[in-house]
């Protein structure tokens, strides 16, 4: 699921339509001494190509700020990604 989406309680379902694959993207400057990586939905990844990180970070403070609280979901998603397949989330 998409991080965005998940942080702001949107409808990823109707921002996307058919397109609804989600991307691992990687963020350089939330953290100073590491990259972070989130999951975006396709819109969610469109607009963070267009703004760019600090737009994208200016738009949707509250990832910037889960990012900043949660660490280590942001700094390996595959982990994250096998966490949840487990779940069956
Ligand atoms: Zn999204």
Request: one cysteine or more.
């Amino acid at each position: 699921m998409c991080d965005v989406c998940r942080c702001y309680n949107f409808n990823c379902h109707m921002l996307n339509g058919d397109k609804n694959k989600s991307n691992v993207v990687t963020f350089y400057t939330a953290y100073a001494d590491q990259r972070g990586q989130a999951r975006l939905c396709y819109y969610h990844d469109v607009e963070l190509f267009k703004l760019g990180e600090r737009g994208f970070f200016a738009l949707y403070p509250k990832l910037y700020n889960d990012m900043r609280a949660n660490r280590s979901k942001y700094t390996d998603i595959r982990l994250r990604d096998k966490k949840e397949f487990d779940l069956g989330i």
